[in-house]
């Protein structure tokens, strides 16, 4: 049992090294970073989260990342639960090699679609602007989402939507207040998913901006200046990209639980 817990405990510490160096450096000077190797910072420093906060590059950079991420996240989501209740309720000619269709959308690799996306929203007016990443990521997040969530429908009784219509209940009244909370936890996790790829991915965030809604993934790989890279200044951007992950799991780690339990993750 020691055993056990020895390994775990040395895999923890193998998870946390990574975030404790990232904080780590995000507290010193560049001086301290680019010498000595130290375990804590010598001249404890805010600076570089001062800097984040009072710089509109950089923080603005964080409003754009979370503008579009939750822009995303809600089309995604609110195109998914019809496809996905109508591919759980109903079977039509060549359904499954639709779904099949749809969910390779997901497999192919965002580069392919960079430069049409690019061509597409310059010539109508989207680019640089939130709404250009927000919906070219529907095309990576909505397959996904309705993968995931047909399969927590397909697992709620088809005798409840009967059920509901036989005490009068319209198809959207039911839907939202009778359906929607039997799947939450499979809107929590599609949700959870869409959220992260959007959050994470850089090529078409960088792409499908320029000025006004770079995000701060874009502004993080352009640090370099005639100083040379500003190491302490990256690592503070590192460590608050990680909150709002970091908070989205804690918010839906019950229904992420119940997904990996119930559902098709």
């Known amino acids: 049992m020691r055993g056990r817990n020895l390994v775990m405990a040395l895999y923890l510490a193998f998870l946390l090294l990574p975030i404790y160096w ?5 507290l010193k000077t560049n001086q301290e970073i680019t010498g000595a190797l130290t375990l804590w910072p010598r001249e404890l420093t805010f600076d570089n989260y001062i800097r984040i906060f009072t710089d509109p590059s950089w923080y603005g950079g964080y409003l754009n ?3 579009y991420v939750a822009i995303n996240t809600v089309l995604s989501i609110g195109l998914a639960l019809p496809a996905a209740y109508a591919f759980s309720r109903y079977h039509f000619l060549g ?4 779904f099949f269709w749809l969910l390779s959308n997901r497999m192919a690799p965002p580069a392919v679609f960079a430069l049409p996306f ?3 929203y310059s010539a109508v007016g989207l680019f640089d602007t939130p709404w250009a990443v927000a919906l070219a990521h529907c095309l990576f997040n909505v397959p996904l989402a309705v993968w995931i969530l047909e399969g927590f429908m397909s697992g709620v009784p088809r005798e409840i939507d009967e059920t509901a219509a036989i005490d009068g209940y319209s198809f959207p009244r039911f839907f939202v207040r009778i359906f929607m909370p039997l799947i939450a936890s499979g809107i929590g996790v599609a949700a959870f998913f869409c959220f992260m790829f959007s959050w994470v991915e850089l090529l078409l965030a960088r792409t499908l901006t320029s000025v006004d809604a770079k995000p701060i993934a874009a502004t993080m790989t352009r640090t370099v200046s005639a100083a040379g890279m500003d190491w302490g200044l990256l690592a503070a951007a590192g460590v608050l990209t ?3 992950g ?11 639980a119940k997904g990996f339990a119930l559902g098709r993750v």
């Open 118 to 120: 690019f061509n597409l």
């Open 65 to 67: 990342s979370l503008s």
């Open 246 to 256: 970091a908070l989205v799991i804690w918010f839906v780690r019950n229904y992420i």
């Open 22 to 26: 990232l904080v780590n450096m995000s």
């Open 95 to 98: 359904d499954k090699h639709l």
């Open 242 to 244: 990680i909150v709002p």
